[in-house]
């Protein structure tokens, strides 16, 4: 039988470079690792790859890193970017399975996995086998994640079972020997990791302290199989002994009073998090995807840990949510001498720029690192892109001055047998081919020949390389057909809404909204904010004519064509893909639109939101990314050409450089917009028409400024079934969050 950590390493294979120095004292908190590649293999091999030499397997694989720097520096907050598909997770999920040979065993590493919305793992964490915890409540499971509280209760049973029967005197002994069998197996999953990641001299070692413990766990396997009558009285009293010594060492680590500091942190972090008390116990198997994420979250941030990875931890939050999450991040340097090292990845460019102080840029398979957040980043690659570009051209020009004076010193001094225009020109010809690119090293000095430069090279310096930007994010909305007679696109009016009630007995239900009006014209930009629970998707139904109000009227332009972007569109999809495997985006698209579009203009509109060629026409949906599959389901929406687009939870599954594509083509769409998110950037940046300085200054000042100023935008607040405009936008619900998030801080 394969277990899941043996799985793991045949699909994901590491190879670094290792210290030959024996480090006593490691910090857990940081990481060294250079050399490291990163390789994912199918494992429909049953395994077989493994098997293989390192670079056979590497090559037949998806190479993730190549040849990179792992640096990861104590208490530090990092936040891993870089394009969707590019194998963010898998270096994440590399580190917490510690599948990088260099990580100490001893490194406590806790992980939040990115999870769908059905609350199921996109990838399985490597974990010997525990006792089910399905049946416990929230905050039982989040204690029991943060003490290992069901592993050691179960130890006590065993040893306390034994101890407390009086009929037999082999009990606590056939009891000390369970537990103790039940430990060694846990520590041979450990060493079979290692012996798999390890090559060399350390490789050996490794396999060799794996077949010694494996005889270990045989002859141990023999001695809990051992006659009543074999035992010795004298063995009997020595482990007798030993049982009851370790039964009061594992309920000294559930004593009550530890615990219930315990349960008090956990409360305070469910509280946070968003959870009422009501929820608190509750079983975890019956709550829904959001909220069993929320409750791994807060499990996982509960934990005593050296390096807290959080893949997306803000997916299925709502924006009280994430501003708690980012002060409680922030505190952590505060709250221990030790503090944890923070590395996540997120598509919110608020949440990483509150929380982190480093960003690690993946890139063809290199890391690289900058210290700052994303602003400073992107400024910091304008300004270096503006001032080597500045510095190419120059020297482009002189170079072909240069060049010019060479050619004319040879014609002249040939002509006059002149030997110092040959000379002048040969030692022209010298500094163009050697001396020419950067002018200044690293370092800040200028070049000295090849004093500055690893390894051998033919020039002196180092050429000009203006960084290139990564191949774009392109979204292209085709535009808004015109209507043919004006009026507005939807209108709510006195609108209230109440669910109806199961009998007729019962008392009413509270009104879910009450007397709202929203009116909708045609190049609107609306916002629609609120915390979870406030209404935002009945709102939506109503606005979608999926639900009828109970008081007020809906009306809608006649020949209104509206598209809906759902917030569990990415689900529906990857559902319809798991039941029909070999479904692709572009047989999907193709039956969608029953013949009205051809299969050019259909490939068209997938390659204009980012599913080109291949992609859209061979690759089954089930293969898609999270963010692919969001083009796919904006493509289902827009190949009717809707005059309104309603957007609820659209950035859920991207990455922060398709979300700013996306808001820029949302900005420049002549439709109208409806945006229901907890994006603060997305908000600010589509309906309040905020954007970058620099991007204000490179961009066309040819715009229609008559059609901008004409152009409604509002952002609303719904919260108590009542829609509120929001002055200031976004930052006004935001500002009003931090003071509740303070308070929740302090109780």
């Known amino acids: 039988m394969t277990t899941s950590i043996e799985e793991a390493a045949t699909t994901i294979l590491c190879t670094s470079k290792q210290t030959r120095f024996d480090i006593k004292n490691p910090v857990y908190q940081e990481l060294d690792v250079e050399g490291l590649h990163i390789t994912v293999t199918s494992n429909n091999s049953g395994g077989k790859v493994a098997s293989k ?18 640096k990861l520096k104590a208490g530090v907050h990092y936040a891993l970017i870089g394009r969707n598909g590019t194998g963010k997770s898998t270096i994440l999920k590399a580190v917490a399975q510690k599948l990088i040979p260099g990580i100490p065993l001893q490194t406590r590493i806790s992980i939040l996995q990115q999870t769908s919305s059905d609350g ?11 006792t089910s915890s399905s049946n416990l409540s929230v905050l039982e499971y989040v204690i029991d994640k943060a003490t290992s509280r069901s592993e050691i209760q179960h130890e006590i049973d065993v ?15 056939r009891a000390l020997r369970q537990v103790q069998h039940e430990r060694m197996k846990k520590e041979l999953f450990e060493l079979d990791k290692d012996a798999r990641l390890r090559s060399g001299t350390r490789g050996m070692a490794a396999r060799k302290a794996l077949i010694a413990f494996e005889k270990k766990i045989a002859e141990f396997t023999e001695k809990l199989q051992q006659n009543d009558e074999d035992i010795s009285e004298e063995t009997v ?29 956990a409360r305070s972090i469910l509280s946070g998090l968003g959870f009422p008390k009501t929820h608190l116990e509750k079983p975890v198997s019956t709550l829904s995807g959001g909220w069993q994420m929320r409750t791994n979250l807060a499990g996982v941030l509960l ?35 030790n503090p944890p090292t923070v590395v996540l990845v997120s598509h919110d460019r608020d949440f990483i720029n509150a929380v982190c102080q480093e960003l690690i840029i993946l890139r063809d398979q290199e890391l690289t690192y900058f210290k700052g957040d994303l602003t400073s980043y992107d400024s910091s690659i304008r300004d270096k892109k503006l001032y080597l570009g500045r510095m190419r051209d120059a020297q482009e020009k002189q170079k072909a001055h240069m060049q010019q004076t060479i050619q004319q010193n040879i014609k002249q001094g040939k002509a006059a047998g002149d030997e110092n225009k040959l000379r002048q020109a040969k030692s022209r010809q010298k500094k163009l081919d050697n001396r020419m690119g950067m002018e200044k090293s690293a370092t800040g000095g200028r070049f000295k020949l090849n004093r500055d430069l690893e390894g051998f090279h033919l020039t002196a310096r180092a050429g000009i390389d203006v960084p290139v930007d990564e191949r774009g994010v392109s979204i292209t909305l085709p535009d808004a057909p015109d209507l043919r007679f004006p009026g507005p696109l939807v209108s709510l009016e006195k609108v209230t809404f109440k669910y109806p009630t199961s009998k007729k007995s019962a008392p009413p239900a509270p009104a879910v909204l009450q007397d709202v009006d929203l009116t909708i014209h045609m190049g609107d930009r609306i916002g629609i904010v609120g915390l979870n629970g406030s209404g935002k998707s009945t709102l939506i139904k109503l606005l979608t004519d999926t639900t009828k109000p109970t008081k007020g009227t809906a009306t809608r332009h006649p020949r209104l064509r509206m598209g809906y972007y759902s917030q569990h569109a990415v689900e529906d999809l990857q559902a319809l893909g798991r039941s029909t495997p070999n479904l692709t985006a572009l047989a999907l698209l193709t039956q969608d639109v029953s013949a009205e579009l051809d299969e050019g203009e259909l ?29 796919l389901a904006l493509a289902r929406l827009l190949w009717k050409c809707p005059q309104l687009l309603v957007l609820d939870e659209i950035t859920t599954h991207l990455e922060f450089h398709t979300v700013t594509a996306l808001a820029d083509a949302l900005g420049a769409w002549n439709g109208a917009v409806l945006i229901v998110s907890h994006d603060r950037f997305l908000i600010r940046r589509v309906i309040q028409n905020e954007k970058d300085r620099e991007a204000d200054e490179e961009g066309d000042e040819s715009e229609d400024d008559e059609a901008e100023e004409a152009r409604r935008r509002v952002v609303y607040l719904l919260k108590g079934g009542a829609l509120k405009v929001l002055e200031r936008g976004v930052v006004q619900f935001e500002e009003s969050l931090e003071k509740r998030v303070e308070k929740l801080m302090l109780s």
Do not use: Y
């Not at 030499?53 to 720097?69: C, D, F, M, V």
């Not at 199921?120 to 525990?130: G, N, Q």
């Not at 009086?166 to 606590?172: E, I």
């Open 53 to 70: 030499g390192k670079g056979k397997a590497r090559s037949e694989g998806l190479e993730i890193l190549t040849n990179a720097s792992l």
């Open 159 to 173: 040893l306390s079972k034994g101890i407390d029967t009086p009929d037999s005197a082999l009990a606590p002994v």
């Open 237 to 265: 009293q020595e482990e007798t002994q030993s049982a009851s010594d370790l039964l009061a060492e594992l309920q000294s680590q559930l004593e009550p009073a530890r615990i219930a500091d315990i349960e008090i942190k």
């Open 120 to 130: 199921s793992d996109k990838t399985t964490e490597a974990k010997p086998p525990t």
């Open 303 to 337: 934990q005593p840990t050296d390096i807290l990875i959080l893949d997306e931890p803000t997916n299925f939050l709502d924006l009280l949510g994430i501003i708690w999450l980012q002060k409680f991040l922030t505190q952590l340097s505060e709250s221990s001498s």
């Open 603 to 631: 490939r068209g509109l997938l390659g204009s939101l980012g599913l080109p060629g291949r992609t859209a026409s061979d690759v089954p949906i089930t293969k898609l990314s999270g963010g692919q599959l969001v083009r």
